[in-house]
């Protein structure tokens, strides 16, 4: 670690600030430009403690950057992962505040539901599923603090992952019943599809994306306990949004999930 923990501390805060005050802030990297992967998630992991502290409830994981799309988008190389708070989920048909936030964008996420706990290293594709209880649609909206979505990847890091709501409905299904590598997704904007993609958008299949989680919690003497809610990142690159907009995604044979920007 390069920082001690009074930086880290106020970090901390001055991103979970930016979020909650919605006012956009440069890159925490052009400060501190030694900072290194540790302080990057020791930053997320105090921003959940002030969160926790105040009563939130942590309602799942989430990876990010797991697809080809995102990682050409955002020009980076590993995959990321934050966390899920009961501050952030919205109900499915229901509205998002757009004023709560700087400049939202969506992305069509497949989440897992275990059934049982997951831990690295070595955690497959085999173990994910049968670990998984079952399967359902999400869509994230992540709304980076840092201006204009300007960032390198630690600071994304420290910055949860741009998390900042999401929603899931459709139908719950079992991992055996379902194609998840050709699942087809339709993203609509509007009524217009802007997107589509399939499962194997994500690491090849998404339950890789998963085991990923269990494998880069395993180097932290971490593991997903059973019954963790995980979204395993975007199938398509992310979209901005604008108020008024209405979001669909369409996930083949587990139903689909729908937002409005009020
Ligand atoms: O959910 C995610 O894919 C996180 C991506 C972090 C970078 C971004 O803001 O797009
Ligand atoms: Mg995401």
Redesign the pocket.
Known sequence: MSLDQKTILALAERLENAELQRSDIVKITDDHPDMDWEDAYAIQYAIRKRKLDRGSKLVGL?M???SFA?IK??GVEEP?F?FLVSDYVRQDGGAIEFDQLIHP?V?AEIAFVLKSALSGPGCHVGDVLAATDFIVPAI?V?D?RYRD?K?DLKS?VADN???ARFVTGGHARKPQDLDLRNMGIVLEKNGEVIATAAGAAVLGHPAASVAMLANMLGKRGEHIPAGTFV?T??VTE?YAVARGDSITARFQDIGSVSMRFT
């Open positions: 989430k990010g950057l797991t995102k988008q955002m990321i934050g964008k992305e994230e992540i980076s979505f960032f994304v992952c741009s998390s979204m990142g975007g992310a």
